[in-house]
């Protein structure tokens, strides 16, 4: 089965994420995609909402797309740990007979041989990159190993917690459900 994991701190999660994962079941056929929230990213700062609560965030934004699946397996392993050792984690837990590919942003992928492990991660699963125009260069992962989603979707986390702290309203960013918890949570305010 063609499974996606997508790694992202999810702080908070939103509607540019769930396009993301639904185009990839609708135009390359992933059947299973796991969020996997991340506890302390490497590349980014750290998370402002708890981890518990970014878990929470998935839940609610996610409910309705049975294909998503939320992972709080960061919590639970050593630090610092990096992707590669999420992925290998997942592929235990989820069956290595399974076809797996990594999920990221164009700017993740432009990082990619900074991650620990690269070489490794590039030789044992699949890409899916988010790629906002097609103009963009190419990331340095096999063109075998590597699949495009084209969007032109601009959206980010930060940007919709500069809203929530300037009372602006998020809904169409976040939808009904998600957006109401996050401005009853006081997290961003």
Known sequence: MKTGIFGGSFDP??????????????ILGIKKIVWLVNHTPCHKTMPIAPFSERIRFCEII???FKFISI????????????????????????GESNDYFLMIGMDQARLINTW????????????????RGVEEEKPDIPESRLSFIDRRLDVSSSEIRGLVKKHLETEH?????LNNYVKKSGLYN
Do not use: C
């Open 13 to 26: 999660p939103h509607i540019g994420h769930l396009i993301f994962s639904v185009d990839a079941y609708n």
């Open 62 to 64: 996610s409910e309705n």
């Open 71 to 94: 992972s709080d397996l960061e919590e639970k392993l050593e630090k610092p740990n990096y992707t590669y050792d999420s992925v290998n984690f997942i592929k235990k837990q989820l």
């Open 116 to 131: 620990k492990k690269s070489s490794e991660l590039k030789d044992s699963l699949g890409f899916i990159v988010m790629r």
């Open 173 to 177: 960013l976040l939808g009904n459900e």
